[in-house]
């Protein structure tokens, strides 16, 4: 999200009133629209000066009366693409002058030169577009230095038209004159097409290009309940009519998707009908990033039992592409529009894709290649602000500025699941584009093709190599492909914690809480939920969930219930779990038995798989069809029940130095309690936040800190994520969040970089 915000580095009441001024910006101010900016905020100022691109800054000399309110201006109407990370200004000299110009650039300055992401239609460019008159009516590529495709089309730097995948696009004389016109709005912008010299629509059915005007011939099909794959700005995505029952049951066929939600699109006013929206998350949505953004739907929603089963939120964007809006236009209804992958492997983009026609009817293309594939990002909003579940499209691939500078290039390769790698150098780190489950061949080839890219365009080379000390963990071959980089092991949930410290630029100590599925523990064993003191200097563990024993180890992620009757027998339940376990036949017995003599699993102290447990004992279901699904609906079952803060027993114990909290109290009076699903749900949730809270007084009192940091994809569930924060901030504690990333494992990589990095700072 865009917001008027100070500019770094200075106050605007030390800026004279008149006189010279020379300004250097840093940040992205370059192939953002920024010095045409500046150049028609000067004539509106009646200023005279010049501007430049030099190596990575903007160098400005302005001079002239009313240079503050010059100023002002600068810092609330900047390009929706630009970001000031930096400006340092002197006063120099008055020159005889006439006039304001823009100079030649100087210089590359391409390790410092920062990419725009990939960023939504501009308010022009869409009043363009619906104007009969205008020559880019309904045109399906255009853009301007406000909006457009960045990060996905660039190929190097410097950022002009020859290194980009538009290169095989010349210019017809019309746009050559918009794109040398220094006071003009696509001055520079190196995508402006038009009808006469841009991309062009393409339609397939089963391999065959059909001669129809693509756009109406998809359109048709569309209405006819069909799926069909739609290439966008960052890869392809598969559309059909959001309100066709038939159509979703199609598309779930196709993509082997049983009851995970899908993500839609349509115009604002079609997103108010089915959902409560906020101005926080209003705002959001028409963000020049444009993201997904969940939001509570109305009760007993269609769209709501079609797209996302037994949820309370559908996940809406804008259309922010132009060809998006034309096709909303033509349809005028909401649209499914998810991502075209198979399984989680990361989103399809290139036009030979074997995988692609087997997962639609048919295929809207266009001859713009795609260099870098970017998924769309999903949000949602927590204290009105964004909170990321995935974070790609639109914010990829700017940097996260940290508390330290490092001494060496870190690449760290992330985790297994909801992939990100991040490039951490000296004060900054570049985190990758959202690439999914890199279990499979393809998924390792796309991380280190994104890689590669980024160390081009960033003209990087790593010194450390950071993974995760999973052995199993797949992406860690790719550490081998940088020979002469150091191999950094770090452990799971301490890259959790370290990612929020980095992120927030705090570097401890804090008292950290790390909850989440899995992931590989210091002691060999299977962590999940896990509480840290310390900083980015070092995390020491002081205290973990009650380990309990996880029949089939992987397969109790996927069959929920197997964790369900462990807690059950942990909890001292015989009959009950005798009787629960009779509800799966032989299958049942047997894993009864595995559990009660503890073979053929693993202990583990997920809290993954205690939401898992406790939403398979309350009845929610069986199994996860896709990851998380239970804890989800259980949530759903919570949020929709009325609120009931009495927390269920608990116990905190001393076990070999470490605090642990154990649940099985709470399990036991939850399963006693004669109120409803729902209402048992939520008191659930308000006794593991009142726990957690418990755990952090006796913690913080011991280690004399009151700062803690939440991490881990349990966090994700924002109705726990708000009941912990509430009540450690009416204890006193200052709380510290994923705020720039999220807090699943698509957050780590930042944190394994940070940690691998300090250990080659030196003490100060």
């Not at 959001?242 to 979703?248: D, E, F, R, S, V």
Request: hydrophobic letters at 40%; glycine letters at 10%.
């Amino acid at each position: 999200m865009k917001s008027p915000k100070a500019i770094p580095d200075i106050r605007l009441a030390d800026i004279p009133e008149k006189g010279r001024l020379r300004l250097r910006f840093t940040g992205v101010v370059q192939g953002v629209g920024f010095r045409p900016f500046l150049y028609r905020a000067a004539k509106k100022f009646a200023l005279t000066g010049t501007v430049k691109n030099q190596g990575s800054e903007v160098l400005l000399e302005i001079q002239g009366k009313h240079l503050q309110e010059f100023m002002r201006h600068v810092e609330r109407s900047a390009p929706p693409l630009s970001r000031i990370e930096t400006l340092k200004w002197d006063k120099i000299k008055d020159k005889r002058e006439t006039g304001f110009v823009i100079l030649e650039s100087k210089g590359k300055g391409d390790k410092d030169v920062m990419v725009s992401p990939d960023i939504a239609l501009c308010a022009a460019c869409a009043k363009e577009m619906a104007d009969p008159s205008d020559r880019r009516y309904q045109y399906p590529f255009t853009n301007c230095t406000d909006c457009g495709p960045r990060f996905t089309i660039i190929e190097g730097l410097p950022y002009d038209r020859p290194k980009t995948t538009m290169k095989k696009f010349p210019m017809c004389p019309e746009c050559r004159k918009e794109y040398g016109d220094s006071g003009n709005r696509r001055y520079h912008a190196q995508p402006v097409s038009c009808p006469n010299c841009g991309p062009r629509l393409q339609f397939k059915i089963k391999g065959r290009i059909e001669k129809k005007e693509p756009l109406a011939a998809a359109v048709k099909l569309l209405k006819k309940g069909k799926v069909v794959a739609i290439k966008g700005i960052g890869g392809y995505h598969l559309a059909c009519q959001a309100g066709n029952g038939t159509a979703l049951e199609r598309l779930r066929r196709f993509k082997g998707r049983e009851n995970k939600p899908f993500a839609l699109m349509a115009t604002m006013a079609m997103i108010q009908r089915h959902c409560r929206v906020s101005a926080a998350e209003k705002r959001l949505l028409q963000s020049p990033q444009a993201p997904i953004v969940l939001l509570e739907a109305k009760k007993n929603d269609r769209l709501l039992r079609l797209a996302a089963p037994g949820q309370n939120r559908l996940g809406f964007m804008l259309p922010y592409p132009p060809l998006h809006l034309v096709l909303i236009g033509k349809m005028n209804e909401p649209m499914v529009m998810t991502s075209a992958n198979v399984s989680d492997e990361p989103i399809l983009f290139d036009d030979t894709a074997r995988e692609l026609p087997g997962l639609c009817d048919a295929i809207l293309s266009h001859d713009r290649p795609i260099l870098s594939f970017a998924d769309d990002s999903v949000t949602m909003v927590f204290e009105k602000e964004p909170y990321f579940i995935r974070r790609s499209r639109g914010f990829v691939p700017l940097p996260i500025a940290l508390p330290f500078s490092s001494p060496k290039t870190v690449l760290a390769l992330g985790g297994m699941l909801k992939t990100t790698f991040c490039l951490l150098d000296r004060e900054r780190a570049f985190i990758g584009p959202h690439i999914g489950d890199t279990e499979s061949n393809t998924a390792l080839a796309a991380e280190k093709r994104a890689v590669l890219h980024f160390m081009k365009l960033f003209s990087l080379r790593p010194e450390v190599v950071a993974i995760d000390k999973h052995p199993a963990y797949p992406n860690r071959l790719l550490a081998g492909a940088f020979p002469e980089a150091e191999v950094v092991e770090v452990q799971h949930h301490q890259a959790h914690i370290a990612s929020v410290l980095a992120e927030n630029g705090e570097p401890g100590p804090v008292l950290g809480i790390a909850l989440d599925g899995t992931g590989y523990g210091d002691d060999g064993t299977i962590w999940g939920g896990e509480f840290f003191v310390g900083g980015l200097r070092g995390l020491k563990r002081v205290g973990h969930l009650l380990p309990v024993f996880l029949p089939g180890g992987d397969a109790a992620a996927r069959e929920p219930w197997r964790t369900a009757l462990s807690f059950l027998v942990a909890a001292g339940e015989t009959g009950r779990a005798t009787r629960f376990a009779a509800r799966f036949g032989r299958k049942g017995a047997q894993v009864l038995e595995t559990v009660r003599e503890r073979r053929g699993g693993v202990m583990t102290t997920s809290c993954g798989r205690l939401f898992d447990g406790v939403a398979s004992l309350l009845g929610v279901g069986e199994r996860n069809s896709y990851e998380g699904e239970l804890p989800a609906l259980l949530q759903a079952e919570a949020e929709r029940a009325r609120p009931l803060k009495k927390a269920y027993p608990y116990a905190l114990e001393r076990e070999n130095g470490l605090l642990v909290l154990d649940l099985r109290l709470a399990i036991e009076a939850m399963l006693a309690d004669r109120r409803g699903r729902g209402e048992r749900a939520y008191r659930f949730h308000w006794t593991l936040a009142n726990a957690l809270l418990d755990m952090l007084l006796i913690l913080g009192q011991e280690a004399k800190i009151t700062t803690a940091a939440l991490s881990g994809g349990v966090f994700q569930n924002i109705l726990l994520l708000k009941m912990t924060n509430d009540l450690l901030q009416k204890n006193g504690f200052t709380v510290l969040r994923q705020r720039l990333l999220p807090a699943n494992d698509g957050g780590i990589s930042l944190g394994q970089a940070a940690l691998a990095a300090m250990k080659y700072r030196k003490e100060r």
